[in-house]
């Protein structure tokens, strides 16, 4: 495959991306990929998808590592960090979309396990 027909592909479709504990499913993700999206409108077409974005947020988040160390198979530290800040901001309740996904999440595992043990 050349150079230029990977453009536009996510290295996880092509099978180069290395699977991190951290990351989350794609079924979750459709869980919180709404939030994600509207956190910033654009007017130009993503150049990481933000699965592989929000993904490494995490990676960072619970790897607490700098934002430059990040593995070279995640999208560049300097995207993944806008995100990252544009997620965070606080609206007028006080809460980020950060906090809200990350709520949504959790609480779907604890509904998962609940419906295991029983």
């Keep these: 495959m050349a150079e230029w027909e990977i453009i536009g592909k996510n290295k996880r479709e092509l099978g180069k ?3 991190y504990p951290s990351d989350i499913s794609r079924e979750e993700y459709k869980l919180i990929w709404e939030d994600l999206e509207g956190a910033k409108k654009t007017t130009r077409p993503r150049k990481y998808d933000l699965y ?3 993904c490494a947020v995490l990676y960072v988040i619970q790897g607490g ?3 430059r160390m990040l593995p070279s198979d995640y999208p560049k530290w ?10 965070s901001e606080k ?9 809200k996904v990350l709520q949504k999440l959790v609480k779907q595992i604890r509904n ?3 419906r295991r043990d029983m």
């Excluded at 300097?78 to 997620?87: A, E, L, P």
């Design 112 to 114: 998962e396990d609940l």
């Design 17 to 19: 991306m290395h699977q």
């Design 78 to 87: 300097q995207s993944v960090y806008y995100h990252f800040r544009v997620w």
């Design 65 to 67: 590592i700098q934002w």
């Design 91 to 99: 609206d007028e309740t006080g809460v980020s979309i950060l906090d």
């Design 52 to 54: 592989d974005v929000f």
